[in-house]
């Protein structure tokens, strides 16, 4: 590192942007159009003591680079922009604070909220706070990207379940694991975890992020953290919180091996990606890296105020994917975790901010263009949160033909269909489930989108857990530090009158029946279904329906208070899945073929087609499916859905009838043959599904 102090650096090359080594040396580029010169700061090991600063010497299409001859992995670095603090122009700059590389791919040190990193000037064209934070501030290390791979590929999953889960928070809690390895990276990879997986039946696993992110000084002060991780700050770093550290194994390399682990295992990675804002917050949050190199381009500032950000994500700032340097900070990323670390797919947080141009949201915006024609993002899979909180930010359904959305009007439709009607007794209707259930075509089928393309989902990340749906009546959030005022967006829990853990075996009784019926409806619904981590299970957070800064057993799974007939139901539901999967990945169309077979049909219980005016009756809760066609059964299938609180009895469509599941029952098993025309009792808060063994009905 010596040897680097009084070395002048070469032009190099205005590519690839961040540091780059070539065997003999690293090259720097950084982009900014604003500044009038870019420093490149080397630190010592520690990253406290600055050795060296060196103008980068070129500049070409605003991009400022330079080669340092002889440097190599391991160099400790940082960057000062200089140019004009005219916040009324939306320029930021200030040398005295150390800036993070936009593209680092190992972030060192650990931030820490100071006085000499956040500039609060009341007066716009003034700047006093001129304090040097090298010794605070965090700086990028150059890496060797190489990774021994060996025969790695992606599954290539074609019917998707989706698994979403904390790194952390998945294994921390979890007996079979090894200490040293529980709450990381090789936790998840680790053989206990895998074989769970695989005898769940999920095929792809949905991290929540796993960028570098901090966690918001509000939090800190209070003694808590941004556990949830949607507070990026590093678009190409692993967060090194998330690992074990263990055989000496970097971050990096860690998160690699649980790929290369779970790939092997036949599964897929998806990330949860937060390119909507950074961690720097809104104006007087801390400058670390894009507002100090370049906050006019990096960031969407309110055109009649430039001093002020649109907060079009609700955390402050919003990036600006309108400006060519952030598309490309975007995609260049996104293709970095493809390429380099082998992820399989995406999950875009706030993703309509994606596709906001000058003039509203528009499913043909830069971006999604980009990835449409990009040769490697082209072919991973896309999945949209499909809203933002600015205006027109509500776009289910809005996205571009090939990308996957969360549908919550899937999980509100299920929630007012069985939890309302088992606590108030009035319910979504039968026509609301229905077309829910059968992928959503009031929203994705007039948009020529298959059905598939719907994510389906009860419960996420965001709310409460599914036992805690049906087991409180209001949120519990006090821990988190704002007097019980977040979280109030969820709704549709119980509101039994009984909160929590209780003696009562018929209430308990009606808990468990509601969420089998809700896990049921979820994993074979026509779309993809995505089950929360946890619910398999009957994982509680105690009530608190937004637990973003719990880093502890409220939010870890507790593997040793399973409900082992719950996880057996939802074995036996995702087996079910798997063998006959009971919608196909098109849209039905209601009519009969050539010998009289229709592909679908909604029955009433006594069999005859449900009517116009029941589908849209909230005070019926039973009714009949009859799948002709189903997606990979052979035979057709009949399912009996029961709402009500008491039961109710069904006449069977004619032949002969093997019954799959039976939801009334704590592990939905049942060996049963019934004929047609037959009267099947379905009991309150379930649903059945049947087989039929024998000829195929001609009629409904």
Not at 63 to 79: Q, S
Not at 154 to 171: A, F, N, Q, R
Request: hydrophobic share 35%; aromatic share 10%.
């Amino acid at each position: 590192m010596e040897r680097l102090i009084h070395v002048t650096p070469l032009a190099g090359r205005p590519w690839p942007l961040g540091a780059s080594f070539d065997g003999h040396g690293v090259n720097f580029a950084v982009f900014s159009a604003h500044a009038q010169a870019i420093e490149l700061c080397l630190f010592d090991a520690t990253g406290i003591r600055e050795l060296a600063r060196h103008h980068l010497p070129a500049q070409t299409n605003d991009v400022w680079h330079g080669y340092l001859p002889d440097a190599a992995p391991g160099l400790l670095y940082g960057l000062r922009a200089y140019g004009p603090w005219r916040p009324d122009q939306g320029h930021r700059f200030d040398p005295s604070k150390l800036l993070l590389d936009p593209y680092a791919r190992e972030i060192v040190g650990e931030f820490i909220w100071s006085g000499d990193q956040i500039i609060t000037e009341r007066d716009p064209l003034r700047r006093t706070n001129t304090h040097n934070n090298a010794a605070l501030a965090l700086k990028a290390r150059v890496t060797d990207d190489h990774f021994d791979w060996g025969d790695d590929a992606s599954p290539m999953i074609t019917d998707t379940v989706l698994y979403e889960c904390h790194v952390k928070g998945y294994s921390m809690l979890n007996p079979l694991i090894p200490p040293s390895l529980r709450g990381s990276y090789a936790g998840l990879a680790h053989p206990a975890s895998i074989n769970y997986l695989k005898q769940l039946g999920v095929t792809s696993v949905s991290l929540l992020p796993v960028h570098y992110s901090l966690s918001e000084d509000r939090l800190i002060g209070m003694g808590l953290c941004n556990y949830w991780g949607y507070n990026t700050i590093g678009f190409f770093c692993v967060n090194p919180r998330l690992a074990s550290g263990s055989r000496g194994m970097s971050a990096r390399d860690e998160f690699r091996g649980m790929v290369r682990a779970l790939h092997a295992a036949g599964l897929e990675v998806i990330l949860d990606v937060v390119y909507n804002h950074t961690a720097e917050s809104g104006e007087t949050g801390p400058t670390i890296s894009f507002r100090g190199l370049d906050n006019a381009n990096y960031y969407r500032l309110q055109a009649n105020d430039l001093a002020h950000y649109e907060n079009l994500s609700g955390c402050g700032n919003t990036l600006d994917v309108r400006q060519p340097v952030v598309l490309q900070l975007v995609m260049d990323s996104l293709r970095y975790w493809v390429t380099d670390m082998h992820v399989d797919g995406f999950r875009f947080d706030l993703a309509s901010i994606l596709g906001r141009t000058d003039s509203g949201f528009s499913p043909q915006g830069a971006f999604f263009t980009a990835v449409a024609q990009d040769p490697v993002l082209s072919h991973v899979r896309m999945i949209s949160e499909p809203w933002d909180l600015g205006p027109g930010g509500y776009q289910v359904g809005g996205f571009p033909r090939h990308w996957h959305e969360w549908n919550d009007k899937f999980r509100d439709g299920m929630r007012k269909f069985w939890v309302q009607a088992a606590a108030s007794g009035h319910s979504g209707t039968c026509g609301e489930f229905a077309m829910r259930l059968c992928g959503s075509s009031d929203v994705f089928q007039q948009r020529r989108r298959v059905p598939s393309k719907s994510i389906n989902y009860v419960v996420s990340h965001d709310g409460f857990t599914l036992r805690d749906l049906v087991s409180y009546n209001e949120r519990h959030n006090q821990a988190n530090g704002e007097n019980n005022r977040d979280g109030q967006g969820e709704n549709h829990n119980f509101n039994c009158g009984v909160e929590g853990p209780t003696a009562d075996t018929a209430v308990n009784s009606l808990r468990t029946r509601l969420q089998r019926a809700m896990l049921a409806s979820t994993l074979l619904s026509q779309g993809t279904p995505m089950l929360c981590a946890g619910d398999e299970i009957g994982h509680t957070q105690d009530g608190n329906n937004n637990p973003y800064c719990q880093d502890n057993a409220t939010t870890w799974i507790k593997w040793e208070a399973m409900d082992k007939d719950l996880l057996a139901f939802t074995q036996h539901v995702m087996q079910i899945r798997r063998q006959s999967l009971p919608f196909a990945n098109l849209w039905y169309s209601g009519l009969s073929d050539a010998d009289g077979v229709y592909d679908l049909s909604w029955l009433n219980p006594n069999g005859s087609a449900l009517q116009a005016d029941a589908w849209q009756n909230p005070g019926i809760h039973a009714m009949a499916c009859l799948i002709g066609k189903p997606g990979r059964s052979k035979s057709p299938l009949l399912w009996l859905i029961n709402a009500g609180h008491d039961t109710r009895p069904f006449v069977l469509a004619r032949g002969q009838w093997q019954v799959m599941l039976d939801t009334s029952l704590p592990q939905g098993k049942i060996d049963r043959l019934c004929s047609g025309g037959s009267l099947f009792t379905v009991k309150a808060h379930s649903l059945i599904l049947l087989q039929q063994t024998g000829t195929r009905p001609l009629t409904r």
